[in-house]
C-alpha cells in the first residue's frame, strides 16, 4: 500500500508445524528468488488447516522483506485453528411398521435402530408417547452412549385389541441440537392369526384357503399360513400342534410369527437364483420353551419340483457373522435339511391322498439353524432361506402351478426325542 516497491525476500514455510501448511503462494519465486511488489499490487499466500485429531493448535508464520536501501523487515503473524467434533445427528425412519398381530392373541415384535450420523456422541434421554394399550417397548438406548456411525435398539412389541390399522407415536428425545425431540409414528395391523400374512392373502391361497387340507381355513389359525410368491405360485407352512414327549404335560399349540417373503437378500448368494423365494418366520415355542427344545418340520413340494438343496442366511455357533451356509443335516448337531423325496400324504378329513416331494428341516432352540443362537428364549429364529430345486421336463409353470410347500411342525419335544413317524410317512424319513 505504500509508494515503494517491496520486495519479498524470505517466507519461512518450513518452520510451519501440521495441520498447518501452505497450498500455494506467489510472493516468493521458484527457486528461492525474491519477489517484487510494485505499489497498489498485491500477492497472495493459501494457508491451510487439516487437523487429525480433537483440539487447539496454534503456529506463527513469519515474512522477510527488503526495503529500498536494502534494510531488511519481518512480519510474523499468528495462526490459530480449532478442530471440533460437530454435534451428534440422530437418524430414524418417520414411520415404522411393527407388523401384523392376532387380536387378542400373540403379539408380534419388530426392532426400531436408532443411528446416530453425526460426529460426536448421541445421547437418548427419554422415550416417551407410546400407547400401552397395543404398543409397548424395551430398549437399550437410555444412558448409554451410541457413538458415531453406531445405533442402539428400540424392541417394539404390538399386541392387536382390534382388527385393522391401528398406530401410535414414540418421541424420543435426545441431545442432538436440532432435532431434540424426534417423532416416529408406529403403525401395527390386527388380524385372525398370529403369522404376520393378511387374511385377505391366506384366503386366497390354494385349496380355498385350506393350503395343508386340514379343513379349516388357514387365516383362522396360528400354525398354518399361505402366501403368495407371484405368478399364481403359494407357499404354505402348515405346523402341527406340539406333541411334549414322555410325561411333560399335554399338547400344546405352536405358532408361526412374522411370516415373509423377502424382497432382496443378501448379495453373493451361493446360487444364482432361488426359484421358489427366500423367506422368513419365526416360530413361537410354547411356554416360552426350555432349553434343547427341538423342532421337527416337513417342506411338501409339487412332484415335479425336485429340492437339491437348503441354504440359509445367518449365525452360526462356529461363526456368529451372517453369513450363507449349507443347511444339510448334521449328525452331531442333530440340525439341518434331509431331503426324503417322495410321500403320499392322506387328507386330514380321510379325503384325497397327495403325492409330494418331501424335505425335513430339523432345528434345536439356540443351535445351529437359529439365527439368534439363543436357547431358551421361546422362539426359533429363521431369518433368510430358500431351496435349490431341479424342474422335471414337462413340468407346468405359472398360474396354473400352486407351490404347495408345507412346512410341517412334526414336534416340539424335550431333550431331543423325536417321533419316528407321522401320518403314515415312511420310517426311513426321519435321520
Not at 12 to 31: K, L, R, T, V, Y
Not at 155 to 183: C, H, K, R
Not at 195 to 207: F, K, M, T
Request: net charge negative; glycine share 8%.
Amino acid at each position: 500500500t505504500g509508494d515503494e516497491v517491496l520486495n519479498v525476500s524470505a517466507i519461512d514455510s518450513n518452520a510451519i508445524n501440521a495441520p498447518f501448511s501452505i497450498q500455494s503462494e506467489n510472493c516468493f519465486g521458484s527457486p528461492l528468488q525474491p519477489v517484487s511488489i510494485t505499489p497498489t499490487a498485491s500477492c497472495t499466500i493459501r494457508l491451510v488447516f487439516s487437523p487429525t485429531v480433537l483440539g487447539q493448535f496454534n503456529e506463527s508464520l513469519l515474512i522477510e522483506y527488503t526495503g529500498q536501501s536494502g534494510e531488511v523487515f519481518s512480519v510474523t503473524y499468528a495462526l490459530f485453528g480449532e478442530a471440533s467434533a460437530g454435534p451428534p445427528v440422530i437418524s430414524v425412519p418417520a414411520k415404522f411398521n411393527v407388523g401384523i398381530s392376532q387380536i387378542d392373541g400373540i403379539a408380534t415384535q419388530e426392532k426400531l435402530l436408532v443411528t446416530n450420523i453425526g460426529n460426536a456422541s448421541l445421547k437418548i434421554t427419554n422415550l416417551s408417547g407410546l400407547d400401552a394399550t397395543n404398543f409397548s417397548q424395551v430398549n437399550d438406548c437410555i444412558d448409554n452412549v451410541i457413538a458415531v456411525n453406531e445405533f442402539c435398539t428400540i424392541t417394539v412389541d404390538y399386541a392387536a385389541s382390534d382388527f385393522g390399522l391401528q398406530s401410535t407415536t414414540l418421541t424420543i428425545t435426545s441431545n442432538d441440537p436440532e432435532n431434540s425431540s424426534t417423532t416416529v409414528i408406529l403403525n401395527g395391523f390386527g388380524d385372525t392369526d398370529s403369522d404376520g400374512v393378511l387374511s385377505a392373502i391366506e384366503q386366497a391361497g390354494p385349496n380355498q384357503g385350506d393350503g395343508n387340507n386340514d379343513g379349516v381355513s388357514d387365516d383362522l389359525q396360528n400354525n398354518v399360513v399361505s402366501f403368495e410368491l407371484g405368478q399364481g405360485l403359494f407357499l404354505t407352512l402348515a405346523a402341527e400342534d406340539a406333541q411334549i414327549a414322555e410325561n411333560l404335560g399335554a399338547p400344546s399349540e405352536v405358532a408361526f410369527t412374522r411370516v415373509k417373503l423377502l424382497d432382496t437378500i443378501p448379495a453373493e448368494a451361493p446360487i444364482t437364483s432361488f426359484d421358489y423365494g427366500n423367506y422368513q418366520f419365526d416360530i413361537n415355542l410354547p411356554n416360552n420353551g426350555i432349553a434343547g427344545d427341538a423342532v421337527r418340520m416337513a417342506l411338501f413340494f409339487p412332484i415335479e419340483v425336485k429340492p437339491s438343496a437348503y441354504y440359509r442366511y445367518g449365525s452360526t455357533p462356529d461363526n456368529t457373522e451372517p453369513h450363507w451356509y449349507n443347511f444339510s443335516f448334521d449328525a452331531e448337531t442333530q440340525t439341518g435339511a434331509v431331503f426324503v423325496g417322495e410321500v403320499s400324504i392322506p387328507s386330514e378329513l380321510g379325503g384325497t391322498t397327495i403325492s409330494r416331494n418331501m424335505v425335513i428341516l430339523n432345528f434345536i432352540d439356540g443351535a445351529r439353524g437359529d439365527d439368534d443362537l439363543i436357547a431358551n428364549n421361546g422362539k426359533i429364529s429363521h431369518s433368510v432361506g430358500g431351496v435349490e430345486v431341479q424342474v422335471s421336463a414337462g413340468s407346468s409353470s405359472g398360474a396354473a402351478v400352486y407351490l404347495w410347500l408345507f412346512f410341517l411342525l412334526l414336534l416340539l419335544c424335550r431333550r431331543r426325542h423325536f417321533i419316528t413317524s407321522w401320518r403314515g410317512l415312511p420310517q426311513n424319513a426321519f435321520p
